[in-house]
């Protein structure tokens, strides 16, 4: 059975999310790998004032982990997802995020906090950051030229057209052992979806991911993003995320990738306009060694900002229950 399966997810931000809170629903055996690059937000608060780790993305997985089938918990997890819209100092922070701060500074490690929190918010299964260093990342651009920091290549403020070529770390940074070890002994990984260059690959260029990824006998998914990004995947289609994971993860170890076939909202491709972003269009053909699958993986949710969120946001998201249901169905993974 599926629910008895051992499962990493591998990225961060909204993508994961939403994997996750589909998934927590079927299985208890899940572990969330974190992208550890994010330096725009609260997490260059947390980076220049704290001297710590983002913790926005593992925030995200701990509430989609995280039970709610008690008010307590409920209410719980609504705290950790409120968002300060005024105030000195902590406008545009989430109550999440100062907590795990609080917490790191009480047992004196950010990978204690982190454990302690999933046990207050009682979540199924366990949330792991990437690495534990601290670094910076690095993208080199068609033309040359070179941008440090994931808000910056997120948010660019040089012409976001330009492809990215190359992508590392600021120093080297190595895999935690923990992250290590639940990748080997894994039956199924999912990587993506989220920003290509920014969460997904950000977290395959830390040394030892990919070496363990390649050692695992799981079975390997990519689930493909919705949009493309301006700035990181400008009119990117289908293969050209194959093409760019390949560079660094080689696309002969997958087993599944995810597309979605159900058409964007006109309304929503209107607002998408003035962001530069597209559908990403499904080129892929048989002549890839991975099974491609098709499929209607819109969420119908509307996306809502929220007050006191500054960051620029998706405006939508995959569907978790849809993910979950595809990953159900298929008989390799059972």
């Excluded at 990984?189 to 030892?208: D, H, K, N, Q, R």
């Excluded at 560079?247 to 962001?275: E, H, R, S, T």
């Excluded at 991975?290 to 509307?302: E, G, N, Q, T």
């Excluded at 939508?316 to 993910?323: A, D, N, T």
Aim: hydrophobic share 40%.
């Amino acid at each position: 059975m599926f629910t008895d399966k051992k499962i990493v997810v591998i990225g961060g931000g909204t993508g994961t999310y939403s994997v996750l809170s589909g998934l927590k629903k079927i299985s208890k055996n899940i572990t969330a790998v974190v992208s550890m690059a994010d330096s725009g937000g609260s997490a260059k608060k947390e980076r220049d004032e704290w001297g710590l780790l983002p913790s926005s993305d593992i925030r995200k997985s701990l509430l989609a982990l995280a039970d709610v089938s008690t008010e307590n918990s409920l209410l719980l997890r609504q705290l950790f997802q409120y968002r300060y819209s005024q105030g000195i100092g902590v406008k545009g922070m989430t109550f999440g995020n100062l907590f795990l701060v609080a917490l790191t500074k009480l047992l004196g490690s950010q990978a204690k906090a982190i454990e302690k929190a999933g046990e207050l918010l009682q979540i199924k299964g366990k949330v792991l950051p990437v690495t534990l260093n601290n670094f910076d990342l690095v993208a080199t651009y068609e033309d040359g030229s070179r941008v440090i920091g994931e808000h910056s290549i997120d948010n660019p403020k040089h012409n976001g057209e330009i492809r990215i070529v190359k992508l590392l770390t600021k120093p080297n940074v190595s895999v935690t052992i923990e992250v290590k070890n639940a990748i080997l002994e894994s039956d199924v990984v999912i990587i993506g979806p989220g920003g290509f260059y920014t969460t997904i690959l950000a977290s395959l260029i830390v040394e030892g991911v990919v070496d363990s990824l390649i050692k695992s006998k799981a079975k390997k998914i990519f689930i493909l993003n919705l949009m493309t990004e301006y700035g990181q995947t400008y009119k990117y289609t289908a293969s050209d995320f194959i093409n760019g994971l390949n560079q660094y993860f080689p696309f002969k170890y997958l087993d599944y990738v995810f597309i979605n076939k159900a058409p964007i909202p006109n309304y929503i491709l209107k607002k998408y306009i003035k962001y530069h972003v597209e559908p990403v269009v499904n080129n892929l053909s048989a002549k890839y060694p991975f099974k491609i699958i098709a499929d209607d993986l819109l969420s119908k949710r509307m996306v809502r900002k929220e007050k006191g969120d500054y960051l620029n946001r998706s405006l939508i998201r995959h569907s978790p229950e849809k993910l979950a249901r595809l990953c159900v169905k298929l008989k390799s993974l059972l």
